[in-house]
Every structure is written in structure tokens, then in C-alpha cells.
Nanobody, 124 residues
Framework: QVYLRESGGGLVQAGGSLRLSCAVS????????VGWFRQGPGKEREFVAG????????NYTDSVKGRFTVSRDNPKNTVFLQMNSLKPEDTAVYYC?????????????????WGQGTQVTVSS
């Protein structure tokens, strides 16, 4: 069993920043891609960012490009999502997800483990 635990969410004003962390259990963390998804009020869960096993490839949904940065620290089994210039429309529960392979996908079908989520609220 693999466990993912997000932290770093909270309430921030528009234009502010937050840094989310995701600690992943397991000794083979560096073999797998990790993604961040989010689900806003009344919305479907959507892909936000993904990072491959080595951290050499990343991808973002269009609405966060240039504002969010995903990174990973394999020796520490941790993935980060730096979120800058936050907007009210970024308000959502953010989930960390481990893919069952070395490369991310924009859809969750290949995700095999999810975190419990962390709330991000951006006030206007």
C-alpha cells in the first residue's frame, strides 16, 4: 500500500502564493510519475500539473501555466506544487496522485493512488 499526504493548503488573498507538498510512502517513489488534480465547488476533478519519474518533464493545464510550478525531491519522496499569482478560480481541493507508471497523463485513468486532498481557498 502506498500513502500520499498533502499539506500546505489554506486561505490566501488573490495574487498571493501557496506551496503544496505531497509526501509519498514507499521505497520505489522515484520510479513513478506524480500529478496534481483539483476539484472546485460543483466541478469535475481536473488535471493541474504532472511530473515524470525523474523530474525532467512536466506539464500543466492551460489555466495555470506561468503561475504554477511542479517539482519533486526523490530522495525525500516528496512532490511540490508552487502556486503564484493565485486567483479566486483556483479555489478547490487539491489532490496529489501517483501514476502507476513513469510518465504522467492528463487523465486520471492511470492513477493508482490518491491523497486525501488539501483545501485551497483564494479570496478576492
Amino acid at each position: 500500500q502506498v500513502y500520499l499526504r498533502e499539506s500546505g493548503g489554506g486561505l490566501v488573498q488573490a495574487g498571493g502564493s501557496l506551496r503544496l507538498s505531497c509526501a509519498v510512502s514507499g521505497r520505489t517513489f522515484s520510479n513513478y510519475a506524480v500529478g496534481w488534480f483539483r476539484q472546485g465547488p460543483g466541478k469535475e476533478r481536473e488535471f493541474v500539473a504532472g511530473i515524470n519519474w525523474s523530474g525532467t518533464s512536466t506539464n500543466y493545464t492551460d489555466s495555470v501555466k506561468g503561475r504554477f510550478t511542479v517539482s519533486r525531491d526523490n530522495p525525500k519522496n516528496t512532490v511540490f506544487l508552487q502556486m503564484n499569482s493565485l486567483k479566486p478560480e483556483d479555489t478547490a481541493v487539491y489532490y496529489c496522485a501517483r501514476y502507476g507508471r513513469s510518465y504522467y497523463a492528463l487523465t486520471p485513468q492511470s492513477v493508482d493512488y490518491w491523497g486525501q486532498g488539501t483545501q485551497v481557498t483564494v479570496s478576492s
